[in-house]
């Protein structure tokens, strides 16, 4: 297999078939899809029936347009919406989970 073209006699880098090869198997691994994981496994991960109480550190699992995402910081429930756990700020975004911390 020739990938790109390579195999010329003005390329004064091509090495012949080895270099065939080590092209052949550079481009199978980029081209094979990255293993992404599902919704219902990252939900699986939050077991939402977990008392929100106020004031207790959670992360929490958010979600948009582009799929689901873990914060990198941790939020509390305060009466009607989360919040930013170390500078108290609202939390602008869709939250489907959220699980008790695990040692931040």
């Not at 899809?33 to 550190?57: S, Y």
């Not at 602008?92 to 911390?101: E, L, P, Q, T």
Request: proline share 7%.
């Amino acid at each position: 297999m020739i990938v790109g073209g390579c195999q010329s006699a003005s390329n004064p880098y091509f090495n012949g078939p080895r270099d065939n090869i080590i092209l052949a198997r550079r481009y199978q691994r980029s081209a094979s899809p990255i293993a992404m994981v599902t919704r219902q496994a990252r939900l699986a991960e939050f077991p939402n029936p977990i008392d929100r109480e106020g004031g207790v550190p959670f992360e929490i699992l958010c979600e948009d347009h582009n799929g689901t995402y873990l914060l990198p910081f941790l939020c509390h429930w305060t009466v009607s919406e989360w919040r930013n756990a170390a500078t108290g700020e609202a939390i602008d975004a869709r939250v489907i989970g959220w699980r008790m911390s695990k040692g931040y």
